[in-house]
């Protein structure tokens, strides 16, 4: 069989066909065998199989109540290595020793709380740096689709784990498009919630980056990240992601963005995503919106926020590419950083006008194919002196500095047999509404064929001695 989806498992599950610990020694196993593309850094071990035991004995105790209060009974998942977990070691990507106590991050912990198994932490770049996986920890991930491409970043593991069925669902984080680039290169589902919803702890001064959910499919990603939503008193910013919420739920009029830089096979895909969202009776509408210093402003956040986080003494251990980012972040004025804040500012209220218009924005969510997996960014923007390094995905970033919700999902597969994502955006707080929006559009284009390096799990029980 192949890896299932959340309901599909659970019916499983439900009808004794398969044991918790049966489907989580089957995921272990093909992670430690099968993980071709450099998915994982770490795969958990003795501690994921005692919560399968615990899952099981609670399934014979409760029957189908015991999924009344633990949703996820049985469900693995994958951890990005920026995220603390109690159980395995947690690098963030870097040679530099992690500081941060050795707990779960509060996403973690409910995701474990409603029956999740934690089956591994996947590669990322140095703190989630670059929008690839290219570091001094690990090799790089590489695209399930075409293994000599990059599968994206930061959460580029997480992105191939999902889309190769090393686990139902993974958890990942997103400060300027780390999830939603990933899951556009890799064909799969990336949810980014409105800023604030999920608490993200410790926070981040920069007020750019997000905890979300990957999955092969939209519904997958949503289950996920319902339990993973709500204030903590760790993070202040928790509970922020409710404003702005829409009048009415339903959504008619759609404004169709296309960024510079889109590639005529990019367009030629996504724009599927346009027509079947004409034929679902949504108005359909060219919209331009431009914010010219918004990329600049964006680095100027970016690099102060990582010079703050490193001090001089830490250089030797540092990612290359990274310190040259850091470097100039300690160039910085505050009166430059106060520059970049008011563009992040008139980029929120010009966005709010046009989200006044639109129920939702919709988009390529990146506008090239994936590029060389030795690589941080396309060639043109891959020396990060230039501060060029996320100038490439256009579509990603503007949304991190308004803090909107936006859903990637597979808009079909170009010419050369890659996946291009469409994106939907809608106001902040109106995650429900994008989130049915995506899984109706879902619906509508398709599965995408399953990339060459997916596998088969199959149950200890079916498994020839």
Known sequence: MTAPGIGELTERLRRREITVVEHVTSVLNAVREHDT???????????????????DRRIRAHGD??????????????????????????????????RRPRQDAPAVARLRRAGAVVIGKTTTSEYGWSASTLGRVAPPTANP???HLTAGGSSGGAAAAVATGLGEGALGTDGAGSIRIPAAFCGVAGYKPSYGKVPYVPNGVDRLAHQGTLARTVADAAALAAVITGP?????????????????????RIGWIEYDGTTDEIRKVTEQAMTALTGQGHQVERVHVRCDDLYPALVDILAAAEAAATPPEDEHDCDPGRL???????????????????????????????????????MATVPIEPFDVRAVAPAWAADPRDLLWLAWSPASYPFNMTGQPAVTLPAGLTGSGLPAGVQLVGPVGADDLVL??????????????????????????????
């Not at 109706?440 to 020839?464: C, K, M, N, Q, S």
């Open 37 to 55: 593309l450099g998915a994982f850094v770490t795969t958990a071990g003795e501690e994921a199989l005692q919560a399968a035991e615990h899952a």
């Open 324 to 362: 040259e980012i850091v470097r100039y972040g300690r160039t910085l004025s505050a009166a430059a950083l106060m520059r970049a804040e008011e563009v992040r500012q008139e980029l929120r209220t010009r966005l709010r006008s046009v989200m006044s218009r639109y129920g939702l924005l919709a």
């Open 232 to 252: 903590h008193p760790a993070d202040p910013d928790s509970g922020l992601g409710s404003i702005d919420l829409p009048r009415d739920s339903r959504c008619r």
């Open 65 to 98: 109540d015991a999924w009344r209060t633990a949703p996820l009974l049985g469900v693995t998942v994958s951890v990005k290595d920026l995220l603390q977990t109690r159980d395995l070691p947690t690098t963030r990507g870097s040679l530099l020793t992690n």
């Open 145 to 147: 689709y075409a293994p």
């Open 436 to 465: 049915k929006a995506a899984h109706r559009l879902e619906a509508e284009l398709g599965p995408l064929p399953p990339p060459r390096a997916r596998h088969a799990l199959v149950p200890a029980t079916e498994r020839t001695p």
